[in-house]
């Protein structure tokens, strides 16, 4: 018994150090600063990690997410958790996640999310997250889809089931990146159904997606949400721009 004991410690430690080798001679590197990632650093370095400019907006609840949609959508909670700057660090992430086939990303920025959401009173608020869809050929040509991504790292962090199939896209809309409020809008409002009814009937829901600007993709997409019967909505954004 002893002896396969430490037959056992020594592969393990074996390993170790042949994993040890392996990231020193083909190391990882940090998504957001391209530095190399230390051991039990996954993805992003603890110092990026320690810069994420956060909004803080979980302790405010009449903060500018809110204060955007107010009158446009009933919510219960509107929150975001990074500021996005023009060339910052949250752009280069998110132009990561998005771009560059690094979905897992999304995973872990949502679950450091989720966390932060968990360890201030938001545990057991929700009872199915949502990722705001993409239209399928979109998400052929990407390989997936970034919020839903996001949306499963905060659902391991929150305990609370995430679900891709409810809500899908119709109509492929072209970019908003140039578009007004009003183009915007106009643009999203009859493009997103709900597949399931029977899913978000008298739930409460947490709708999210990766950034908001105007609103108008979230508002478009929970409105269907709330005339198909959830009982309450939610909506929580990766950044906000």
Same mark, same amino acid.
Request: positive net charge; proline residues 3%; contains cysteine.
């Given at each position: 018994?002893? =002896?396969?004991?430490m037959?056992?410690?020594?592969?393990?430690q !074996?390993? #170790?150090? $042949?994993?040890?080798?392996?990231?020193?001679?083909?190391?990882?590197?940090?998504?957001?600063?391209?530095?190399?990632?230390?051991?039990?650093?996954?993805?992003?370095?603890?110092?990026?990690? =320690?810069?994420? @400019?956060?909004?803080?907006?979980?302790?405010?609840?009449?903060?500018?997410?809110?204060?955007?949609l107010?009158?446009?959508?009933?919510?219960?909670?509107?929150?975001?958790?990074?500021?996005?700057?023009?060339?910052?660090?949250?752009?280069?992430?998110?132009?990561?996640? /998005?771009?560059?086939?690094?979905?897992?990303?999304?995973?872990? $920025?949502?679950?450091?999310?989720?966390?932060?959401?968990?360890?201030?009173?938001?545990?057991?608020?929700?009872?199915?997250?949502? @990722?705001? @869809?993409?239209?399928?050929?979109? /998400?052929?040509?990407?390989?997936?889809?970034? =919020? !839903?991504?996001? !949306?499963?790292?905060?659902?391991a962090?929150?305990?609370? @089931?995430? #679900?891709?199939?409810? =809500?899908?896209? /119709?109509?492929?809309?072209? &970019?908003?990146t140039? /578009?007004?409020?009003t183009?915007?809008?106009?643009?999203?409002?009859?493009?997103?159904?709900?597949? #399931?009814?029977?899913?978000?009937?008298?739930?409460?829901?947490?709708?999210?997606?990766?950034?908001?600007?105007?609103?108008? &993709?979230?508002?478009?997409?929970?409105?269907?949400? $709330?005339?198909?019967?959830?009982?309450e909505?939610?909506v !929580?954004?990766?950044?906000?721009?």
């Amino acid at each position: 018994m002893g =002896s396969n004991r430490m037959k056992s410690n020594v592969r393990v430690q !074996a390993l #170790d150090l $042949l994993r040890d080798f392996v990231s020193l001679v083909y190391p990882n590197y940090c998504l957001g600063c391209s530095n190399a990632l230390f051991k039990g650093e996954e993805i992003l370095c603890t110092f990026c990690i =320690s810069k994420l @400019p956060k909004t803080n907006y979980l302790y405010d609840y009449n903060n500018p997410v809110m204060l955007r949609l107010q009158g446009r959508l009933r919510l219960k909670y509107g929150l975001a958790f990074l500021k996005f700057r023009k060339g910052g660090l949250v752009q280069k992430l998110l132009h990561q996640l /998005k771009y560059n086939n690094h979905p897992e990303l999304g995973e872990a $920025l949502g679950r450091v999310f989720g966390h932060e959401m968990y360890e201030n009173g938001y545990a057991n608020e929700f009872d199915v997250i949502i @990722p705001v @869809p993409l239209h399928a050929s979109r /998400k052929r040509a990407r390989g997936y889809n970034q =919020s !839903a991504h996001i !949306a499963k790292g905060m659902g391991a962090a929150l305990k609370t @089931p995430w #679900d891709e199939s409810i =809500s899908t896209r /119709k109509v492929n809309t072209r &970019t908003q990146t140039r /578009k007004t409020k009003t183009e915007r809008w106009h643009n999203v409002e009859t493009v997103f159904d709900i597949l #399931d009814v029977n899913k978000i009937q008298d739930k409460r829901v947490l709708l999210v997606d990766d950034v908001m600007t105007t609103g108008a &993709t979230l508002e478009a997409c929970g409105t269907r949400l $709330l005339e198909s019967g959830c009982r309450e909505l939610s909506v !929580a954004c990766l950044a906000e721009a």
